[in-house]
């Protein structure tokens, strides 16, 4: 019998056309689970108070100008291909130019462009077989009118790297379009709607299969004060994929916003869902779907912030299953007088549920995990030097462990 955990969902705050920067090669990634996110641009977050907003990845850099920098790091794993026993150690470096364009940084514009490329090139020492080259590219465009606002965005990325679902070292590629409109019908109320596409491939990855995501939502705020909205929402989703036919799913929430001298940002939402497979007769129970996210300025040095994410996706691996994936996050920030350090952990319930004919039912993953990372910033912000060190258990369907270590620079021209 399928269970249904509350459904929590934090926007991801990501860069258009850096969004996918961060993992084009590494070991026990969530690459499976990225074509489950409902909104991964944080398109919602624009017309949360009752208004329009300026498009993410348009808010720096010269105006009218193109930007390029470049991006090397280098990563030791201990356990490369996330195996129980004899696990594998690895060394490997990446290197990443990128170049960019951005029509109107301050967003005062009427219509803005912007886009990005960012190839790589991934090297393992000890495994030459798994060297790879990554072509990674984005570009949005937005238009503001006095009650309008429209936003497009369109991101391709080809990534390698363990599947922390498949257990597998895959070969892929994610492609994501999302456009989202918004019109504000009187000063304090506005009102939105969106629709997303998110692919992802796999090649030479034998039983590792990607999934279609296709979603449409619609929503309205009401600015109560200047710090306080909320509304309604409603959305649909289908997915597709090989290993468990069709998903089809609906959601009605109530969503609040609550700002507080510009420190403390809490977003909520609360309500119900419902889903239907392809594969199986009759439909699930209504269950509860929500959200939550925090984070709190303490003071010029100090940050907190919080998260719950829930996605539910196709197993990439396993026929006629579907993954619910769980996961609480909190961090910690102090901004040093040179750099700055973070720390934080994280733990992730992966529960699997059948939908069709199976075998054996699976065993829920738990993941926990803790890093700490430094960072600083050189020669006038243009060259940056980062380094993160984490620790990772899994246990239940799969017993292991895993140790990350990173250090990078990266170069502004």
Same mark, same amino acid.
């Given at each position: 019998?399928?269970?249904?955990?509350?459904?929590?969902?934090?926007?991801?705050?990501?860069?258009?056309?850096?969004?996918?920067?961060?993992?084009?090669?590494?070991?026990?990634?969530?690459?499976?689970?990225?074509?489950?996110?409902?909104?991964?641009?944080?398109?919602?977050?624009?017309?949360?108070?009752?208004?329009?907003?300026? *498009?993410?990845?348009?808010?720096?850099?010269?105006?009218?100008?193109?930007?390029?920098?470049?991006?090397?790091?280098?990563?030791?794993?201990?356990? *490369?291909?996330?195996?129980?026993?004899?696990?594998?150690?690895?060394?490997?470096?990446?290197?990443?130019?990128?170049?960019?364009?951005?029509?109107?940084?301050?967003?005062?514009?009427?219509?803005?462009?912007?886009?990005?490329? *960012?190839?790589?090139?991934?090297?393992?020492?000890?495994?030459?077989?798994?060297?790879?080259?990554?072509?990674?590219?984005?570009?949005?465009?937005?238009?503001?009118?006095?009650?309008?606002?429209?936003?497009?965005?369109?991101?391709?990325?080809?990534?390698?790297?363990?599947?922390?679902?498949?257990?597998?070292?895959?070969?892929?590629?994610?492609?994501?379009?999302?456009?989202?409109?918004?019109?504000?019908?009187?000063?304090?109320?506005?009102?939105?709607?969106?629709?997303?596409?998110?692919?992802?491939?796999?090649?030479?990855?034998?039983?590792?299969?990607?999934?279609?995501?296709?979603?449409?939502?619609?929503?309205?705020?009401?600015?109560?004060?200047?710090?306080?909205?909320?509304?309604?929402?409603?959305?649909?989703?289908?997915?597709?994929?090989?290993?468990?036919?069709?998903?089809?799913?609906?959601?009605?929430?109530?969503?609040?916003?609550?700002?507080?001298?510009?420190?403390?940002?809490?977003?909520?939402?609360?309500?119900?869902?419902?889903?239907?497979?392809?594969?199986?007769?009759?439909?699930?129970?209504?269950?509860?779907?929500?959200?939550?996210?925090?984070?709190?300025?303490?003071?010029?040095?100090?940050?907190?912030?919080?998260?719950?994410?829930?996605?539910?996706?196709?197993?990439?691996?396993?026929?006629?299953?579907?993954?619910?994936?769980?996961?609480?996050?909190?961090?910690?920030?102090?901004?040093?007088?040179?750099?700055?350090?973070?720390?934080?952990?994280?733990?992730?319930?992966?529960?699997?549920?059948?939908?069709?004919?199976?075998?054996?039912?699976?065993?829920?993953?738990?993941?926990?995990?803790?890093?700490?990372?430094?960072?600083?910033?050189?020669?006038?912000?243009?060259?940056?030097?980062?380094?993160?060190?984490?620790?990772?258990?899994?246990?239940?369907?799969?017993?292991?462990?895993?140790?990350?270590?990173?250090?990078?620079?990266?170069?502004?021209?």
């Amino acid at each position: 019998m399928r269970t249904h955990p509350i459904l929590l969902k934090l926007p991801r705050l990501t860069l258009v056309g850096l969004w996918f920067a961060s993992f084009p090669s590494a070991s026990g990634q969530d690459i499976s689970t990225l074509v489950g996110l409902r909104d991964p641009f944080n398109l919602d977050s624009l017309f949360s108070f009752g208004g329009g907003g300026v *498009l993410p990845g348009v808010s720096q850099g010269l105006k009218g100008g193109i930007s390029a920098g470049i991006a090397t790091s280098t990563i030791y794993d201990s356990n *490369l291909f996330l195996d129980e026993t004899g696990q594998q150690g690895s060394v490997s470096s990446a290197i990443s130019p990128s170049v960019s364009y951005i029509s109107d940084p301050e967003g005062g514009a009427r219509y803005s462009i912007s886009a990005a490329y *960012l190839p790589s090139y991934s090297i393992y020492y000890d495994d030459p077989d798994l060297n790879q080259f990554h072509n990674s590219g984005s570009v949005s465009f937005a238009a503001q009118g006095s009650r309008t606002t429209i936003s497009l965005i369109g991101a391709y990325s080809q990534i390698s790297g363990t599947d922390r679902l498949a257990r597998q070292f895959v070969n892929g590629a994610l492609f994501n379009v999302a456009i989202q409109g918004g019109y504000q019908l009187a000063p304090r109320t506005s009102v939105n709607a969106g629709a997303s596409v998110s692919k992802s491939y796999y090649s030479g990855s034998g039983s590792v299969e990607g999934a279609d995501v296709y979603g449409a939502n619609a929503g309205a705020f009401w600015a109560a004060t200047e710090r306080l909205s909320f509304g309604p929402a409603m959305t649909y989703s289908t997915s597709e994929s090989p290993n468990i036919g069709k998903r089809e799913s609906w959601s009605f929430s109530g969503q609040a916003n609550y700002l507080v001298d510009e420190r403390i940002h809490i977003a909520g939402s609360l309500g119900v869902q419902w889903s239907q497979y392809s594969r199986e007769s009759g439909g699930s129970p209504a269950g509860l779907t929500g959200g939550f996210d925090a984070s709190y300025q303490l003071s010029e040095l100090w940050s907190l912030s919080g998260s719950i994410v829930y996605v539910t996706v196709p197993s990439p691996s396993d026929l006629n299953f579907v993954v619910n994936d769980l996961t609480y996050s909190a961090a910690v920030s102090r901004q040093l007088r040179i750099g700055s350090l973070a720390a934080g952990a994280n733990y992730t319930l992966s529960d699997y549920s059948s939908v069709g004919p199976t075998g054996a039912g699976i065993e829920t993953d738990a993941r926990a995990s803790v890093f700490v990372s430094y960072g600083r910033a050189f020669l006038h912000e243009r060259l940056g030097f980062n380094s993160n060190l984490s620790y990772s258990v899994n246990s239940g369907r799969f017993d292991y462990d895993q140790v990350t270590a990173s250090v990078g620079v990266n170069v502004s021209f």
